[in-house]
């Protein structure tokens, strides 16, 4: 977490608005409602107007509280100079700050012979807690045995290349990735601007790849109707986080840093809507409604995985997601997960033998975000158990994925990852 995150402050722009919702309040011809519904417009003006700080001993975006809105993009690089990607990663650390604090990207000039510097659509829009979160992917350090940067010694030993998990399947198109940028916000054209910028800022150093679009809605409910995020570990917890997210000594240059593991995992919305209420809390291990586990009243209340019912069964099954990707059941394995849901329109399917149905599908589910210390320990361990033992399984395929080193926060006088670079021979 960024050293102010939090404390968000009110930007330039938040004070503005907030001020000006306040003044019409204090004007207020209309009586009280009039004057509640200003004060109740101040206040979501005052929520949605914070900006969350860019510089700091951690990147933003991976412990803020989750904006309802992401933009995830993988590029790759296209340059052979390791000069021209430092330039690139100073020019993203300036126009990140300045987005994040609720300006464009770039200064604009009134030159109507050039380009504007910014495609403008979030000129006049609050940053609504924008957070821009960078990561190296394997191909910064090594790719097809080419060291292009000279950086393959600097590899982290954690920043392995993931494993082919029992079901992926994965699409090349969606896959992988030299660099990635995550933008979260609470507003959608925020995270969408902030990425769109970065990208143009590339031209001719690297490419965009893939994309991503998420949101996620307040009660945390995800397309499965459940509740998803409850048995996460607390971001509130400095010595866990400690523990589990950040990198320490071990990682030399990503200390303070975290892994972040994404996938793209389709959900047969289809299957999942005609399965009977019991069967679904069957597979997830809690109540639909309550999120509570199976066997219990309240959502945060703790899973019991020995509890079994009168006859003896387990209440919460053996084959249950929540069971299966629990600490308890993975040697400890812990990881911080930021996952987004995803609805990426319909496909017209045919299928080529009897009865030969056709009709429309869904290409919607979860983009899963995890954070963590050592992908070793974390995502691959839990993801080992969950290919195999899952009865979520049935409904659920993994066709996107990619493993980043989103490096430590950084100064104000320095550029996202220069501690990568630092000591090299040029
Ligand atoms: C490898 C890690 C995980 C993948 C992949 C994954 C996919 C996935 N999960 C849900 C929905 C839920 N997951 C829940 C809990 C949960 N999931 C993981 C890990 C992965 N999930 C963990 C570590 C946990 C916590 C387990 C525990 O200790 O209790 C839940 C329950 C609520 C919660 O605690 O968040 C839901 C619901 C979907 C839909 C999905 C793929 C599409
Ligand atoms: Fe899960």
Not at 51 to 58: C, Q
Not at 182 to 195: L, M, T
Request: charged share 20%.
């Amino acid at each position: 977490m960024s050293d102010s995150e939090q404390n968000p402050q009110v930007s330039r722009r938040g004070l503005l608005g907030g001020s000006l919702a306040v003044a019409a309040s204090t004007l207020g011809v209309g009586g009280t409602a009039t004057a509640a519904a200003a004060t109740a417009h101040a206040q979501t003006s005052q929520l949605n107007q914070k900006s969350v700080p860019f510089w700091g001993k951690h990147q933003g975006g991976i412990l803020t509280p989750q904006q309802t809105h992401t933009y995830f993009a993988a590029f790759d690089l296209d340059t052979a100079k390791r000069a021209e990607l430092i330039e690139l990663l100073k020019r993203w650390t300036a126009a990140a700050s300045r987005m994040t604090r609720g300006d464009t990207a770039q200064p604009l000039s009134t030159d109507s012979e050039v380009a504007p510097a910014d495609s403008g659509e979030a000129v006049g829009l609050s940053p609504a807690r924008l957070t821009v979160t960078f990561g190296f992917g394997p191909g910064m350090f090594m790719r097809d045995g080419v060291d292009r940067y000279g950086l393959a010694s600097r590899r982290p030993e954690a920043l392995v290349d993931l494993p082919k998990f029992n079901g992926d399947q994965l699409v090349l198109e969606r896959s992988g990735g030299d660099i990635s940028v995550q933008a979260c916000s609470d507003d959608p054209q925020v995270a969408f601007h902030a990425v769109r910028q970065l990208a143009a800022m590339a031209n001719g150093i690297a490419t965009l790849k893939w994309a991503q679009t998420g949101f996620v809605s307040g009660t945390t409910r995800n397309l499965m109707g459940f509740k998803d995020g409850t048995n996460n570990p607390s971001t509130k917890n400095p010595t866990l986080m400690d523990e589990r997210v950040w990198v320490g000594k071990e990682g030399g240059w990503m200390q303070g840093g975290s892994y972040l593991v994404v996938r793209r995992i389709r959900i047969s919305l289809e299957h999942w809507d005609r399965t009977n209420l019991g069967f679904q809390e069957q597979v997830v291990g809690r109540h639909k409604a309550s999120g509570a586990p199976l066997g219990k009243k309240h959502e945060f209340e703790p899973l019991d995985l020995k509890a079994t019912d009168a006859d003896g069964n387990l209440v919460i099954p053996d084959t249950a997601h929540s069971r299966v990707a629990s600490s308890a059941h993975n040697d400890g394995a812990l990881i911080l997960r930021r996952g987004y849901s995803y609805n990426d329109g319909a496909n017209f399917y045919a299928e080529r033998w009897p009865p030969w149905h056709q009709g429309i599908m869904y290409d919607a589910g979860l983009f899963f975000v995890a954070y963590q210390r050592d992908p070793r320990s974390g995502f691959i361990a839990i993801n080992k158990t969950l290919s195999t033992q899952d009865m979520m399984n049935q409904y659920i395929t993994h066709v996107g994925s990619g493993i980043f080193a989103c490096p430590p926060g950084t100064l104000e006088s320095g550029f996202v990852g220069a501690s990568l670079f630092e000591g090299l021979k040029s």
